[in-house]
């Protein structure tokens, strides 16, 4: 573009501008750039259950390495999976009722792009009281100190109306999982829900706080009781017991003064080691929902949570 408009007896300086916005849209456009991808799902029935098997893998055919995929239904995300070699799985052991169909959404990333397909999926009938799990998100991607927020969803089927206590498992160090509320009952037939709140942790220093109170026991409070001590030695009356008294207080006010000097100088040399926080990486939060259902036998179902830290 720079040569055809000094070809055109434009000028240096306006040829210049217009090359270099060109180049600049090349850069950006360069930059935004991913790389394009596909998603196919396979359903394998077992039992009740089922596998659910996403490959993830660019036009080309090359697998994905990056990245998560959440299954998706209609009633919610039975949970979510990160890619290794191209294929992201999730085994089941209990399918929500009436569910036809399942879609495998991947989420993609800085250098690929989402994509996402459909595939059916039969989870049969039953007459027996029960209760489906699902959460809505079931990826997150955080950075140290922040916090996700996961919504989940407790829907009855065939007339299951107990009470349904959450969990969590597989938490990394430097995080917590905290539900609001921790059990749920459908009485009325109706999905009822959860606030699932993952907090990290990010890292802290090695100098948390600095003790003030020191200079306080190392100075103040010992030299009150030195200068009462030493007026009470001064004193002629009641000698022996007021001497008493002042040599116990020089000794208490000697007594504080080293310890406190000593506890300030052990800090200041010695420090607290820093808290590093959540380690980057992936990890896998495992949602349990368990309950007894009058009072006879125990069912439970579970999901997972795919966290990305940063």
């Not at 996961?150 to 938490?171: A, H, K, Y």
């Not at 009470?232 to 006010?253: E, Y």
């Amino acid at each position: 573009m720079s040569l055809q408009l000094l070809r055109h007896g434009i000028g240096t300086r306006a040829a210049k501008a217009a090359g270099f916005l060109l180049a600049a849209w090349m850069m950006a456009a360069s930059a935004g750039a991913q790389v394009a991808t596909r998603t196919r799902l396979s359903v394998n029935p077992i039992g009740a259950g089922a596998t659910l098997s996403a490959q993830v893998a660019d036009v080309a055919g090359n697998p994905v390495t990056t990245g998560m995929v959440s299954f998706e239904t209609a009633k919610g995300s039975l949970g979510s999976a990160f890619v290794e070699n191209g294929t992201a799985t999730l085994t089941l052991e209990q399918l929500p009722q009436g569910l036809k169909t399942v879609t495998a959404a991947y989420l993609g990333g800085e250098d690929f792009a989402a994509s996402s397909a459909a595939a059916a999926a039969s989870s049969g009938t039953t007459t027996l009281p029960d209760f489906a799990l699902t959460a809505s998100p079931t990826s997150l991607s955080l950075t140290p100190g922040q916090f996700g927020t996961v919504i989940v969803t407790v829907t009855p089927e065939n007339g299951f109306n107990d009470m349904v206590t959450l969990s969590c498992s597989g938490v990394p160090a430097g995080a917590t999982c905290v539900f609001s509320p921790t059990t749920l009952t459908p009485l009325t037939g109706a999905a009822v829900t959860s606030t699932l709140n993952i907090q990290t942790q990010g890292a802290s220093g090695a100098f948390l706080q600095k003790p003030s109170s020191g200079i306080a026991y190392a100075i103040v409070l010992p030299g009150i009781l030195a200068l009462a001590g030493l007026g009470a030695l001064r004193r002629r009356s009641g000698i022996g017991v007021v001497r008493v008294i002042g040599m116990a207080a020089l000794l208490t006010a000697a007594g504080l003064g080293l310890g406190a000097c000593g506890s300030r100088y052990g800090y200041l040399n010695h420090p607290p080691s820093g808290n590093p926080g959540i380690a980057a990486g992936n990890y896998t939060i495992t949602i349990s929902g368990y309950a007894t259902i009058s009072g006879t036998s125990v069912t439970g179902h579970s999901l997972n949570v795919a966290v990305t830290v940063k």
